[in-house]
């Protein structure tokens, strides 16, 4: 198996705390999206999309989606739990994670994505886009906050794959100036505790 | 248990499918959004999110997320098989599912909520967002039309969750004027096929 990896991208860095939780270690291969890799003939048979992250397994074929790469991990290796362990418990967790996915990283993607110089001429930036995505990022962060005042983490008791979602994307929020506001303090003590796990840093 | 229903919407939409594919038949209670009974005390415990579906289980919690909930479903009651029978099949049906919701459900979705009379007042709606939204649906119908050229199903031979979540994309796409362009003929083709399935009116 290869990680095709882009080390400072938000979904890339899901797969690598997400492997580093499980205690695993992978061939990685950095790819130089800056110079163009992700669109060459080559990386886009592995993932037409030419986004990464995308595990290529042995037999040449390809997972692409970050939340699919890391089902298949977790399938493969099980220990420790991180997307539950009964169908009902699984089903938790990836309500948390979906709405970690929808509700907060896709608008700090957006806002990224709609201002950062390096999307200039690749995508269509629209300003307008960016602004609502703000709006809604910190709505989100406000509900999160809330969630958060009784239980340690986003799904319950347990640090699961709706953290690293979280997580992963207040990292990349940062870069569009969305920091965790003051008056948030248990999304703050939150963020603060899975920012100082070991693997934050995969 | 039971499904807490709404029967225009587009994400219900996917579960009622997913349920009449695996030959199920559940309580369903229907939400009247339109009412504001989404929004109450009583269905806010269920979701806070204030969205359907929410499948709630016999023992009073509640799974909200389509994507989960059909998984749940999955779990209890494999056959006939949508979400792929190995690790390395489900993965790769994941893969198509999340990027139909991402890539073809998401931005239909914004079309219609930044446009639509019924999201009048009730969210911010912003006309670049809408536009922006219809061009990315079209862009990856085109996408679409290339990778169905030689399959007929959206994820390969057979029809998976990731069929169910393109094609209720696409009926909501007609509310905003959506539809497959006539040089897309294997979107098309497919859109027919999985519309003239006995479940599809589910």
Redesign the interface.
Known sequence: MILHDLTPGMHPRRVRIFLAEKGLSIEKREVDAAGGAHATPGFLRLN??GRLPVLE?DDG?A???S???C??LD??HPQPPLMGRT??E???V??WT??MDH?LS?PIVDAFAHTSEFYRGRI?Q?P??AA?AC?RALQTMA?LDR?LADRPHIAGADYTLADIVAQCALVLGKAVGLRVPAEMPHLARWFAAVSARPTARA
Chains 1, 2 share one sequence.
């Open positions: 037409p999309l397994l074929s997972i692409a989606e939340l699919a790469i089902r298949y399938a493969l169908p009902r699984s089903a938790h990836e309500m979906l709405r509700e896709r269509e629209v307008e886009v609502w709006r509900w969630e």
